[in-house]
């Protein structure tokens, strides 16, 4: 909840705006809801009460790399004493993820130089220094 209060002239001013959000989730569900609103009550003789609010509720379901969902939002704005403002939102919808999950970075490995499938050139030279001769060393060094 947050309250704002201006004092003095022509923008005096007292605002409330709450605001609520949740998150559930699990097993490949989630579920968001959230509102929030303003009341605005100007000081001033000319001034009139408004207030505004939105509310969302979305819903996602995670499989593999698709991604199903419902989400709706609601809008209203009502000044005192003028015409009120509604708007409503409801869409449903279906994702497909095409990318590849990054591979790491060999650096980054412990133990990178055993790793098989690293990519980096100079983590495949040390791989096959240690494997003709046992240990790491310089291309030229070994047995001999």
Known sequence: MSVRDINGGA???TD???V???TLYGRGHSLRF???GILQQPQAVTGFDTLTQR???QYNYRYKKHRFG???NYYDRDPEGLATTQATR???FWEYQYDKPPRPLCAQRPGAATWPRCRCRSTRLRA???SRHGRVGSAGSGPG
Do not use: D, H, I
């Open 16 to 18: 409330w705006q709450p």
């Open 90 to 92: 409801f869409m449903v």
């Open 128 to 130: 096959r220094r240690v």
């Open 34 to 36: 959230s509102y929030n």
């Open 55 to 57: 509310l969302a509720l």
């Open 20 to 22: 609520v959000n949740a």
């Open 11 to 13: 923008g005096a001013t």
């Open 70 to 72: 419902v989400e709706a």
